[in-house]
């Protein structure tokens, strides 16, 4: 069974930077597209960006241009940096692996971010 960890969470000003890490165990981070999604209070679960397992990435308008995802295969890990953040990124993040070929959708714990004004 994989597991996901995220680290990376806390609170910074607005305007400023954090990156979140999501270290994978097992044997599929080479297969799965990752993904972090966040989760702000009252509200559902969103995606925030993606990149598969060939590098292809994906955001969220609310996020391009802000933040950038990247995946290390040697280490298993996949990284969200954060600039320019705004109060309303303040959420929940969790990592995501996935792959609809081998049947693959694994969360982690979430870690929280929250950016005062």
């Known amino acids: 069974q994989a597991q996901l960890v995220e680290s990376g969470g806390g609170l910074v000003q607005a305007g400023g930077s954090l990156r979140l890490s999501c270290a994978a165990s097992?044997?599929?981070?080479?297969?799965?597209?990752m993904g972090w999604y966040r989760q702000a209070p009252g509200k559902q679960r969103e995606l925030v960006a993606v990149?598969?397992?060939?590098?292809?990435?994906n955001y969220a308008d609310s996020v391009k241009g802000r933040f950038t995802i990247s995946r290390d295969n040697a280490k298993n890990t996949v990284y969200l940096q954060m600039n320019s953040l705004k109060p309303e990124d303040t959420a929940v993040y969790y990592c995501?692996?996935?792959?609809?070929?081998?049947?693959?959708?694994?969360w982690g714990k979430g870690t929280l971010v929250t950016v005062s004004s």
């Open positions: 990149v598969t397992s060939g590098g292809s990435t």
């Open positions: 995501n692996a996935g792959s609809v070929l081998f049947n693959i959708n694994h």
């Open positions: 097992g044997s599929i981070f080479s297969i799965a597209t």
